[in-house]
T-cell receptor, first 117, second 114 residues
Framework: DAGVTQSPTHLIKTRGQHVTLRCSPISGHKSVSWYQQVLGQGPQFIFQ???????GRGNFPDRFSARQFPNYSSELNVNALLLGDSALYLCASSPRYRGTSGYNEQFFGPGTRLTVL | RKEVEQDPGPFNVPEGATVAFNCTYS??????FFWYRQDCRKEPKLLMS???SGNEDGRFTAQLNRASQYISLLIRDSKLSDSATYLC???????????????FGQGTILTVHP
């Protein structure tokens, strides 16, 4: 079975530009979450979407937005890019919105490495 | 105080050694816990979920102490292929906007040498 896929794998942008990152979850998974990982740190939660609705938002500015489509794929948009937005952007899918037993494992895609110059 | 804290290491151990990683979390209402491993410039991969009674998967043993808000991972008989960053992960899963939020520690770097 195919895992989580993300595109593009690498991207170089300049300050002030905008970027769109794409993610396709594992087949049958309805929840997609986005994370930002800067070098030397663990991933930071940006958004969770389930059934096309935003279900969670991390501590990121309004320049970050996302949406989920009827086929459960998702896009992350970042406007007015800053140098500090350079990071690995990870998408994770899970089958449910929340675990019935409290556990809801998330599976990550390979990420999009964004460099802002 | 960080939500999830880990000793960043690095840990350098010989093949065959036993190594233990520790992690503390600040949100006492947290409900689910995981260890992920991340190879250099790759995505995090789920290593194991951590249950209240403790659990084992081959050479890996995870423990959870809810009273102390402490999680551990023990790796026995280390292999060269165990070299990676190990991420302690907590999911509050407590409602509101927290269901999908995984909170990561900064990771502990492990290098296993011949």
């Amino acid at each position: 079975d195919a895992g989580v896929t993300q595109s593009p794998t690498h991207l170089i942008k300049t300050r002030g530009q905008h970027v769109t990152l794409r993610c396709s979850p594992i087949s049958g998974h309805k929840s997609v979450s986005w994370y930002q990982q800067v070098l030397g740190q663990g991933p930071q939660f940006i958004f969770q979407y389930y059934e096309k609705e935003e279900r969670g938002r991390g501590n990121f500015p309004d320049r970050f937005s996302a949406r989920q489509f009827p086929n459960y794929s998702s896009e992350l948009n970042v406007n007015a890019l800053l140098l500090g937005d350079s990071a690995l952007y990870l998408c994770a899918s899970s089958p449910r919105y929340r675990g019935t037993s409290g556990y809801n494992e998330q599976f990550f895609g390979p990420g999009t490495r964004l460099t802002v110059l | 105080r960080k939500e999830v804290e880990q000793d960043p290491g690095p840990f350098n151990v010989p093949e065959g050694a036993t190594v233990a990683f520790n992690c503390t979390y600040s949100n006492s209402a947290s409900q689910s816990f995981f260890w992920y491993r991340q190879d250099c410039r790759k995505e995090p991969k789920l290593l194991m979920s951590v249950y209240s009674s403790g659990n084992e998967d081959g050479r890996f043993t995870a423990q959870l102490n809810r009273a102390s808000q402490y999680i551990s991972l023990l790796i026995r008989d280390s292999k060269l292929s165990d070299s990676a960053t190990y991420l302690c992960v907590v999911n509050p899963n407590a409602g509101g906007t927290s269901y999908g939020k995984l909170t990561f520690g900064q990771g502990t770097i492990l290098t296993v040498h011949p």
